[in-house]
């Protein structure tokens, strides 16, 4: 098992594309928190009533859609190329290599989300500072939060891992994830009632962003999280019984 | 030494079957040419030894046992099926690389077989830039990182030009030489009758036949004895079975001397008396003319 997640580890740093989606995480996560953060400073000051957390996090949007992306390609990309079938005939074992691939890619996107979520929070509040309004992460469920960013953002990670097992065709895939983090929630916005946004709590993004709110809005933080990763775990667990069975 | 073992294999896809009931056995220690027209089931085959396909029914076995349950396939059995089924933005080395960790093989070995195949000083170029000869050198150099007793081959001189055709015979007969099994699939005879041993032809899934390079020419083939002369009609009343062909007279139930020695006689004067060795190629599409998926 350690063989073959050395092996992954290899085939994951050797791409480009891996460091573009992560820079692309890392980069936008930065870019539109302390955006965000300027803008609110300038239209309300040090006083308004915002959520410095929040602002300093409005880019994880956008860096879960970069590590869904990153997650669809280090399997569908095989796929595309017909590697697969040098990974497999190496590896024959094959839930032996969904899950090196999985617990490799999941370091890392943990690595690197939380990194990007840390500097986007740090960077913002820097912004805050010159009001005297930051947000510290000793404060209370603060650091949960930031904490957090990362967490969701390595879910989104491994939605995108076992969308693209599933799918094994890259544009499919990310279409699919896409749906799945972004539309589906503004799908279920239509719902009215108490039980349609009870539904709406439920809801991928809905349900996994919890985690990153000082304030939560719908299910409790780690509840949520939790429904977030059985999102996940539907689409992994029919691709691996699938990848058993199909042809490479 | 039975290397590898196919028992009444078959894999169908829908409604076409790709290989139906296929058995043969690669021997060890010998170069195995796998022939048969394009479509005939060599890929899919090599597939399913590979546990790449499943099949659809029958079994194959590597060494004994199915491939799935190698502990370190690579070391056993190296294969090359797609030279260009990588991907393009890894370097050489680091291709190899990941395949050799995958099979706990020592990292310096990916020097070793880069250097082997002539691409040492392109190690760390994107295999995107490569050319076909290029790509089916770092293919074998892949199948080779294990130092396998075994090595699978799948239409390896496709595409390649003399220089690197020449190259491959000559690593397929050096490694049989080093008491390596070579199975090598090929939809051209000629190229078989350069390399292999031992021939295992198959069309439209079947098997046709599994045999030696010589009982396969003997067996499917027969030669015949060209003569020609000033008076050919006169011969040929003294030949039953000879057919005319344009000028000469083609013969396969007497031997040159018979032919000769009834000739002089009767005083007829011959230009020419030739054995005809039947070549590979012809026994080839002898045998294959049935089954050629799509005959032009």
Redesign the interface.
Known sequence: MIDVMRSEWTKMRSVRSTVWTLGAAGGLMLVVGVLGSLAVVSMQGGSGSYDQVSVSLAGLPFGALALATLGVIVISGEYRTGAIRVTLAAVPDRLRFLAAKTVVFTVVALVVGTAASFAAFLAGQAVFAGEGAAASLADPEVLRAVFGGGLYLTASGLLGLACGALIRHTPGAIVTVIALIMVLPVLAAVLTGETGRRIQEYVTSNAGSQITKVHPTGLAPWTGLAVYLLWVAVPFVVAAVLLRRRDA | MTAIRATNLTKRYGRTTAVAGLSFDVKAGQVTGFLGPNGAGKSTSM?MI?????PTSGTVTVDGRP??K?EH??RKIG?L??A????????AR??L????????IPSSRVKEVLEMVGLGEVAGRRIGGFSLGMSQRLGIA?ALLGDPEILLFDEPVNGLDPDGILWIRTLMRGLAAEGRTVFVSSHLMSEMAQTADHLIVIGRGALIADTSVAEFIGRSSQGYVRVRSPHLTEVASLLPDAELHHDHLRVTSRSPLEIGVLTAERGLALEELTFVQPTLEAAYMELTKDSLEYSS
């Open positions: 597939r590979l546990g790449l396909d499943r491939y799935s190698l396939p690579l294969a099926l797609d260009r089924a990588v991907h393009g933005g890894r370097s680091n291709h690389l990941a395949i050799a960790q995958s099979n706990a892949a």
